[in-house]
């Protein structure tokens, strides 16, 4: 079982980024995949996740509008897409799932999660 998140990197107020999460060794289709970020000093939070069924993607109050996550089953990956990227987005961003169907609070204890990427918004 693996996740791995790519597509972070430095950019300026206001830009876009576009995160991937590629999976392999499961069952990709059939569980809900999650994004979570952690600045430095801060716990980690959940940004975005999206159920197995692609129903009522959920996010964090403070990506509301400037985020938009999506999966290609066919490809094994999950994709958040960032615009109006803000100095507080700064962070590393993980994907994970528990293997769960629908987005409910990640089950630490059977997580899996990808390595990071380091998304960096300069002002």
């Known amino acids: 079982v693996q996740l791995q998140a790519s597509g972070g990197g430095q950019v300026q107020t206001g830009g876009p980024l576009r995160l991937s999460c590629a999976a392999s060794?499961?069952?990709?289709?059939?569980?809900?995949i999650g994004w979570f970020r952690q600045a430095p000093g801060k716990e980690r939070e959940g940004v975005s996740c999206?159920?197995?069924?692609?129903?009522?993607?959920a996010y964090v109050d403070s990506v509301k509008g400037r985020f938009t996550i999506s999966r290609d089953n066919a490809k094994d990956t999950v994709y958040l897409q960032m615009d109006s990227l803000k100095p507080e987005d700064t962070a590393v961003y993980y994907c994970?799932?528990?293997?769960?169907?629908?987005?409910?609070?990640?089950?630490?204890?059977?997580?899996?999660w990808g390595q990071g990427t380091q998304v960096t918004v300069s002002s």
């Open positions: 994970a799932t528990d293997f769960s169907e629908t987005c409910m609070v990640l089950d630490v204890s059977k997580a899996q």
């Open positions: 060794g499961f069952a990709f289709g059939d569980y809900a």
């Open positions: 999206i159920s197995a069924s692609v129903d009522r993607p």
